[in-house]
């Protein structure tokens, strides 16, 4: 097997990113704000598991945990995939052009509560999609269930069932893994394209970016949070474009904590990579979809998946190096990971025809969750973006 580093690579057939990037952070001294002691387990209450016809093990987040949560007034819906259903959150006029909201590892749709108002007063009919093990969607508790092409499929099927058309799509994180891969495959499906700190890794089939985690199902408390030292309000990571102080952290590291650690919980990395301090109810929304580690394996396998995508890409990619309708980039400029880079950003500007004279920006005060930190702003953009570049 080939492992290769966290570091991105450049040729003339093609640009070629690791996801190493994903949470790949500069470490400071401070102490961390994870929602749990590192010597405490998460608690375990009695937990339903139900089984599809297919004999596929899942679990469902009982709807009281997602009652009151501020800032999310929103009922899920579902689509039913599999025998698992599918969640999403919509607002807005349903004869509104569409707008797609897809979020990364470990947020949900939740993330998308500063947006989603503004996109809707808009007059736009928005869509914010859980992923299949991810906030309101159901939770199959094998991690070999979940596969980066599976949640490919499971997004164009989700497409498919609510026959959306002519959608503009915003994407981050793992959203862009998956929702670009789609786009690049299907670019007919497609309005406008918007991505915010994401990108489509093209990897070599054969190559194995980073080991796989051993024993992935045997908890390890010594492990130890790889943003350990970020504290609630973000330092300066870069001076413009370039990283300020710190090494180069390992992803492996990342993957072997969200899979095996007993404290990992969602909270604690979106208060790492958000620009702000988030309020501690913000932050226990976060980890609402997930009352004990039996409803986790989605969240704590995402990372992993990075193995899965080499050999993959390549026709999406080459899509992108095709798509001529409007495409724009809204970064953070505090991004701690080497997605957060403008070397990611030009590469997107640089690859795709549609990226041309469009308003790409670099938003200040922003991390890696920048629709936690700056929603309203970047909705407003997505607003100015649609209307610039109306529909033939």
Same mark, same amino acid.
């Given at each position: ?296 394996? =989605? ?5 992993? /998946? @990075?193995?899965? +995508? #080499? !050999?993959?890409?390549?026709? *999406?990619?080459?899509? $992108? ?19 957060? =880079? ?5 590469? /997107? @500007?640089?690859? +795709? #025809? !549609?990226?041309?004279?469009? *308003?790409?920006?670099? $938003? ?29």
């Amino acid at each position: 097997m080939t492992y290769l580093p966290s570091r991105f690579y450049h040729s003339s057939a093609s640009f070629i990113v690791l996801v190493g990037a994903l949470f790949v952070l500069i470490l400071a001294g401070c102490s961390s704000s994870s929602a749990l002691d590192d010597d405490e387990e998460p608690e375990n209450p009695a937990a339903e598991i139900l089984t599809t016809a297919e004999g596929v093990e899942y679990v469902r987040t009982p709807d009281e945990h997602f009652a009151n949560l501020p800032g999310f007034p929103y009922t899920a819906q579902y689509v039913e995939i599999d025998g698992l259903r599918q969640a999403y959150v919509e607002a807005g006029p349903a004869d509104g052009e569409v707008v797609l909201l897809l979020h990364g590892q470990p947020s949900w749709s939740y993330l998308y509560r500063k947006m989603i108002p503004v996109l809707a007063e808009a007059g736009h009919r928005v869509i914010a999609m859980d992923h299949v093990g991810m906030g309101q969607s159901d939770k199959p508790i094998d991690i070999d269930y979940y596969s980066y092409l599976g949640h490919i499929d499971r997004l164009e099927r989700f497409i498919q069932a609510l026959g959306l058309q002519d959608i503009t799509m915003f994407v981050q994180d793992w959203g862009s893994l998956i929702g670009l891969h789609v786009a690049g495959t299907h670019p007919e499906w497609f309005a406008r394209l918007a991505v915010g700190d994401g990108m489509l890794p093209v990897i070599p089939a054969g190559v194995v970016p980073f080991p796989p985690v051993q024993n992935p199902d045997e908890l390890d408390a010594s492990l130890t949070a790889p943003f350990l030292g970020i504290p609630p309000q973000q330092p300066a990571f870069y001076d413009g474009c370039e990283p300020l102080g710190g090494g180069e952290g390992f992803f492996g590291d990342w993957m072997a904590y969200a899979m095996k650690s007993p404290t990992f919980t969602a909270g604690e990395v979106l208060e790492a990579l958000t620009f702000f301090d988030l309020p501690d109810e913000e932050e226990a929304a976060y980890d609402a979809p997930f009352p004990s580690r039996l409803y986790m394996a =989605g969240p704590r396998t995402f990372p992993s /998946l @990075i193995n899965d +995508v #080499p !050999g993959q890409n390549d026709d *999406a990619w080459a899509g $992108l190096g095709s798509y001529e309708k409007p495409f724009i980039t809204i970064w953070a400029t505090n991004d701690p990971g080497n997605l957060g =880079g403008c070397e990611v950003q030009q590469a /997107l @500007i640089d690859h +795709v #025809p !549609g990226a041309e004279a469009q *308003a790409h920006v670099r $938003l200040p005060e922003s991390s890696h969750f920048l629709q936690d930190d700056q929603g309203e702003e970047i909705a407003q953009r997505l607003n100015a973006f649609i209307d610039a570049n109306p529909q033939p």
